[in-house]
């Protein structure tokens, strides 16, 4: 039977006043048990480095960030595609004729098999993308911007020391890292990691998925699971999609009652003379299965030491892979971080189901 926690990403409305535009930063976050209700856990999640750079490049200079390269993501603040490249480990996607490195380089997508993805119909904002190409650098930087969504999430082992009572501080600097890390405590609780030398065995980043070479996953999972790493015999998926779209409510506070359902003639959220005020939440609905995360484990470190302890959302720019006509990500970057205490899998039987509400 699945853990049920619930995660409420609440910002009270409070970090707008403080000039954090419509981001969400040093808010509270609470994991409850679903079954009785009864509070797990509760801590501040951050939107990290990576996350405010998205945030700010969305919200600002549309034409800058087409044509001028100082207003593009910074390689100093790699993505995890480039973090595994330079660890020698790159993501690889599905070929014609065999695995093929998802490029890095925006001149190589379209000899990679890689388009634009239009979406699911039509009717998709993406859809336009059909008349422009992917191998024109303009065309090319325009899909990037406007595609990049935060759409995927992933684990780690880096948000608590041994003991369950040492959560780490969330550093905006520190992502759930893809390589191994020496620890040591600051006083402060802070989580300071710095890669070990050996880069190419030990991960701080939690696969969902992993299998040996000569059994991966059908094409059916490799819909919710991404970010393929092949190395050592083995193959690794170390994101996953949401099991549900995200949903966007709007409502008033006190009540929860929709704002589209505001009564009496010419009447709208301007001329309402509720006290309340407003609020705009996204909830997501995610889950660590009951045969997520052990493969790994049980492989590199042993089923006792199966175990998460942070979660991350993250961002990333869809692509439709001529090959298998599946969507892959690309440029995978971390979006917030949420360190909480050890959550054990060493019961074959438990998952975690996983609601989180951002509140804006």
């Known amino acids: 039977m699945?853990?049920?926690?619930?995660?409420?990403?609440?910002?009270?409305?409070?970090?707008?006043?403080?000039?954090?535009?419509?981001?969400?930063?040093?808010?509270?976050?609470?994991?409850?048990?679903?079954?009785?209700?009864?509070?797990?856990?509760?801590?501040?999640n951050k939107v990290i480095v990576s996350g405010s750079e998205f945030n700010a490049i969305k919200d600002f200079d549309y034409d800058k960030f087409v044509h001028d390269p100082a207003y593009d993501f910074l390689t100093s603040i790699p993505s995890y595609d480039m973090a595994f490249k330079n660890a020698n480990r790159p993501f690889k996607i599905i070929g014609q004729s065999g695995d093929i490195e998802m490029p890095i380089d925006m001149s190589n997508f379209g000899s990679a098999g890689l388009k634009f993805y239009e979406g699911e119909n039509s009717n998709s904002a993406l859809s336009s993308f059909s008349q422009l190409s992917i191998n024109t650098l303009a065309h090319h930087n325009l899909y990037r911007y406007f595609a990049r969504r935060v759409c995927l999430w992933c684990v780690g082992i880096d948000g608590c020391g041994i003991e369950a009572s040492r959560v780490f501080k969330v550093h905006n600097t520190k992502w759930i890292a893809p390589y191994g890390y020496w620890d040591f405590n600051d006083g402060t609780g802070g989580n300071n990691t710095y890669p070990t030398t050996d880069t190419n065995n030990l991960t701080c980043l939690i696969p969902f998925k992993y299998r040996t070479t000569d059994a991966d996953l059908s094409s059916s999972y490799r819909k919710q699971y991404h970010g393929r790493m092949v190395a050592n015999n083995a193959i690794g998926y170390f994101f996953k999609t949401f099991d549900e779209s995200p949903k966007l409510i709007r409502r008033y506070a006190d009540d929860s009652a929709d704002l589209i359902n505001i009564s009496g003639s010419g009447t709208d959220v301007w001329k309402d003379k509720r006290a309340s005020e407003a609020e705009v939440v996204v909830q997501l609905k995610m889950s660590v299965t009951a045969s997520d995360c052990r493969e790994y484990f049980n492989r590199n470190i042993g089923t006792n030491d199966s175990k998460i302890n942070t979660i991350s959302l993250c961002t990333a720019i869809p692509y439709l892979n001529s090959a298998t006509n599946m969507v892959e990500y690309a440029d995978i970057r971390p979006f917030t971080r949420f360190n909480f205490p050890n959550e054990a899998l060493i019961d074959y039987s438990k998952g975690i189901d996983i609601t989180y509400y951002l509140y804006y």
């Open 2 to 44: 699945n853990k049920k926690l619930t995660i409420f990403d609440d910002n009270g409305g409070t970090n707008i006043l403080k000039a954090d535009s419509a981001s969400i930063k040093g808010t509270d976050i609470i994991l409850k048990s679903m079954d009785n209700g009864k509070v797990l856990f509760r801590g501040s």
